[in-house]
C-alpha cells in the first residue's frame, strides 16, 4: 500500500491578479513502512504538498490517492471511503505544542478519539499507549498540564495526540525545529523508534540535511514547485548541480569528508554521516600507529 500522486498540481487564487503556481506536475510513490524526507529551499511547495496528502486541499489538476483510494471522489458515494483513507494520514505541523489546549497531558491526547466517538475504556488505552510510545510515562504526566512541561515534552504531547488516532502514515512537518539539542536527540530517537518498531511509516520536513542522512531511506527534493529527485540520501546528495538549482547544502559531515580527502585522508566519497566520518579516520590513525 501507498500514499500515490499522479501529476498533482496545485494554484493557489486560480483565475485572480494573485494568481500563484505552487506545484507543477508531481509524481510520486510513498511506499508504506517508508521513512521519506522531503526538502526544499523556502517557498519550494514542501507545506502544499504536506496538505495534499490527507485531503486538507485538493489537486487543481492531477490525484492524490490513499492505499488505491482517491481522496477527492468524483461520486458521492465514494466521500466516504475518500474520508477514511484520509483519517489515515496523520499531520502534524510545525510547532504542534501550539495547539495544545486542555488542562491535563491526558485530555489533549483524548481529544482526538473522543471525536470518533470511542468508549471510556478505549479513550484511555488509546491515551495510555500513545503517551507510552512517545515516552510519557502515563502515571507521571497524565495530569500534568500541558503547559508545565518542557518544549521538548509538549511537543511529544502533540504527536502522541495524533498517533492516539492510530494513523498508518504520520506526517511530520519540521518535527525538531526550535528544540535545545536534548529536545532534538530525543524525539528522533522516538521518531526512529516508531518507525523501526511500530512500523509507522513516517513522512518528514527538514532543513537538516544531516538529519536526512540520518533518517530517511528516501528523499524528495522541490524547487519552485517542482519534483527535482525523489532517492536515496546518499544519491540525492552527491548531486552537485541538483543541490544548487534546489538551494540546499549537502549534510555537512559529508563537506567535513570532502575537505579530509582534499588535504590526503583516503574516505569514501559517498560517506556522509558523522560517525562515518570519525569511524574511518579513527580507522586511519590506528592503522598509521600499528
Do not use: W
Not at 500534568?144 to 511537543?155: D, E, K, N
Not at 590526503?264 to 560517525?275: F, S
Amino acid at each position: 500500500m501507498a500514499i500515490e500522486l499522479q501529476n498533482v498540481s496545485y494554484t493557489y487564487m486560480a483565475n485572480t491578479p494573485m494568481e500563484r503556481q505552487a506545484l507543477s506536475g508531481i509524481s510520486l510513490e510513498i511506499q508504506e513502512g517508508s521513512f521519506t524526507a522531503i526538502a526544499g529551499h523556502t517557498g519550494s511547495g514542501k507545506s502544499t504538498l504536506l496538505q495534499h496528502l490527507n485531503g486538507l486541499i485538493h489537486p487543481t489538476n492531477g490525484h492524490v490517492l490513499v492505499d488505491g483510494v482517491d481522496l477527492q471522489p468524483k461520486k458521492k458515494a465514494e466521500r466516504r471511503r475518500a474520508k477514511a483513507a484520509a483519517q489515515q494520514v496523520g499531520m502534524v505541523f510545525q510547532y504542534p505544542e501550539q495547539q495544545l489546549f486542555e488542562e491535563t497531558v491526558a485530555k489533549d491526547i483524548a481529544f482526538g478519539p473522543q471525536n470518533l466517538g470511542l468508549s471510556e475504556e478505549e479513550i484511555e488505552g488509546r491515551v495510555r499507549e500513545a503517551m507510552e510510545l512517545m515516552h510519557l510515562d502515563y502515571a507521571t504526566f497524565k495530569d500534568v498540564s500541558p503547559f508545565a512541561l518542557s518544549g521538548g515534552q509538549m511537543r511529544r504531547v502533540a504527536i502522541a495526540g495524533m498517533l492516539a488516532l492510530r494513523p498508518k502514515y504520520l506526517v511530520l512537518d519540521e518535527p525538531t525545529a526550535g528544540l535545545d539539542p536534548r529536545g532534538r536527540r530525543e524525539l528522533t530517537e522516538t521518531i526512529t523508534r516508531l518507525h523501526r518498531e511500530e512500523h509507522v511509516t513516517i513522512l518528514f520536513v527538514s532543513h537538516n540535511m544531516d538529519d536526512i542522512v540520518r533518517l530517511a531511506d528516501r528523499v524528495v527534493v522541490l524547487s519552485k514547485g517542482r519534483l527535482l529527485a525523489y532517492d536515496t540520501p546518499r544519491r540525492v546528495f552527491q548531486q552537485d548541480v541538483l543541490l544548487e538549482e534546489a538551494g540546499l547544502q549537502p549534510p555537512e559531515a559529508f563537506q567535513l569528508a570532502a575537505c579530509l580527502r582534499e588535504a590526503g585522508i583516503e574516505i569514501p566519497v559517498d560517506t556522509m554521516r558523522e560517525e562515518e566520518v570519525v569511524s574511518r579516520v579513527l580507522e586511519l590513525f590506528r592503522g598509521r600507529r600499528g
